[in-house]
């Protein structure tokens, strides 16, 4: 790659002055930036401090590089915008977007780059629920790659300094950063699992290895981030995990040949759009019950209908306590809960008492398995995911493990999805139904 030119530096007292005041700042700003549209774009988000993330050397008593050439320093050139800087973030979230999916942070977002603050690439609360949970490895890798370019900072701006080195060899520096800091956190989960059953244990699997972006040896004695590998190199070393499964969106994926007795229920709801200052508008959730489908012969559209239903949600009311408005992710949600409780309690489910058909959750609302699941982290509505929570954990428990998910795609003509949709439209004009086929 080629060599970024050299760069006026400042002085050490002056720049933690400045990256101090650029914290406060940051911090106050974000509490207000909370109460905003999270579709605000970057470019209309208020920047009060910016005086002070350009602040030149040249203005403040800066050192300068040998002969007087490059760029004056600032917090922004440093960390951001230096040639060398920004090759390295290209690759750091290049890494990332292919590994979690999560692909709308880029290099040229200084907020991003400079906080690790990924929200205000969040358009809605699917997406802010989806990548809030990736917090804990993204702040590691984050902080990992400012800590290695201010330590390059500084080992290029000491007296008699050594040539630079490439954004090659810093973006390994943070390969092998981050390795081990996710080794040590997996060493002393393991060290706590005598104290907390396993508790942390189980946190970090959930925040690393669940997304992709580490692999936990079949010993649990090692952790391997994968992240920075290639995609083809990060597959293999996924497919040679013991639980390959647990992918984020496929810890819950059903076996190859479902038991012959397995139930799927298929979900929808429906809710109109709210308009700023409006009442909140109607919203209804449907659910059918399916018994003899498969999973090998044209996605569960064989089989016969064993159970229906369709209802309003209505926040507040005695059977949606824990709705607080009505949005399509909640009644989304709301249909979800009651297909896991039904499946739960009712007659037609269980094989015994106390314990239920094996059961196979249809849902085309990624946002409703996902949030019930845990999988995703939920910002809003969150006493009606906690009730999903709890719904999923009591079917999962009276099914002894036998719970699982598959995607549907909504409006694709799949017979039985169709009439969860026209259950929740049903429901969402006023329809009440709880009845055996």
């Known amino acids: 790659m080629t060599q970024p030119a050299t760069c006026t530096y400042l002085t050490g007292s002056l720049q933690r002055g400045v990256l101090r005041q650029l914290h406060e700042q940051y911090t106050a700003l974000s509490t207000q930036r909370f109460h905003q549209s999270s579709r605000r774009r970057h470019s209309e988000w208020p920047f009060p401090h910016s005086h002070l993330i350009r602040k030149t050397a040249a203005s403040a008593n800066a050192q300068h590089a040998p002969a007087d050439q490059g760029a004056p320093e600032t917090v922004a050139h440093t960390f951001h915008e230096c040639h060398r800087s920004s090759q390295v973030w290209d690759w750091v979230l290049r890494k990332w977007g292919e590994a979690t999916g999560e692909t709308k942070v880029r290099s040229t977002d200084g907020v991003a780059v400079i906080f690790g603050d990924r929200s205000l690439t969040w358009l809605d609360e699917s997406e802010q629920a989806e990548w809030a949970g990736l917090e804990e ?99 293999r070393w996924r497919r040679g995990q013991s639980g390959a ?57 064989r089989g016969a209908a064993v159970f229906e239903m369709c209802g309003s949600v209505i926040p507040g009311g005695v059977a949606n306590a824990t709705v607080r408005t009505t949005t399509n992710n909640v009644a989304e949600l709301v249909a979800f809960t009651r297909g896991l409780t039904w499946a739960a309690y009712h007659p037609l489910a269980q094989q015994q008492p106390g314990i239920a058909h094996p059961v196979c959750m249809r849902y085309d609302s990624v946002y409703a398995a996902m949030i019930a699941t845990g999988v995703w982290r939920a910002k809003k509505h969150k006493e009606m995911a906690a009730a999903a929570r709890q719904a999923w954990a009591t079917l999962m428990k009276r099914t002894r493990g036998r719970l699982w998910l598959k995607h549907v795609k909504g409006h694709s003509g799949h017979t039985w999805n169709d009439v969860a949709d026209r259950l929740a439209e049903q429901g969402r004009r006023g329809a009440q139904r709880y009845t055996a086929r």
């Open 137 to 235: 490895p993204f702040a590691v890798v984050h902080k990992t790659t400012q800590h290695v370019l201010l330590q390059e900072r500084n080992r290029d701006a000491a007296p008699h300094a050594k040539p630079r080195r490439t954004s090659t060899d810093l973006c390994q520096k943070i390969q092998d950063v981050v390795n081990r800091l996710a080794r040590e956190r997996w060493r002393q989960a393991r060290l706590r699992q005598p104290h907390d059953q396993g508790q942390a244990m189980i946190v970090f699997r959930k925040r690393w290895e669940a997304p992709g972006i580490a692999v936990i040896s079949a010993d649990q004695k090692d952790v391997t981030v994968v992240l920075f590998m290639r995609k083809e190199v990060r597959e």
């Open 245 to 301: 499964g647990r992918y984020r969106n496929q810890q819950h994926a059903p076996p190859l040949q479902v038991p012959p007795q397995t139930i799927s229920i298929f979900s929808d709801g429906s809710a109109v759009p709210r308009k700023i200052g409006h009442p909140m508008p109607p919203a209804g959730y449907g659910v059918v019950a399916v018994q003899g489908a498969s999973l090998e012969t044209a996605e569960h559209s």
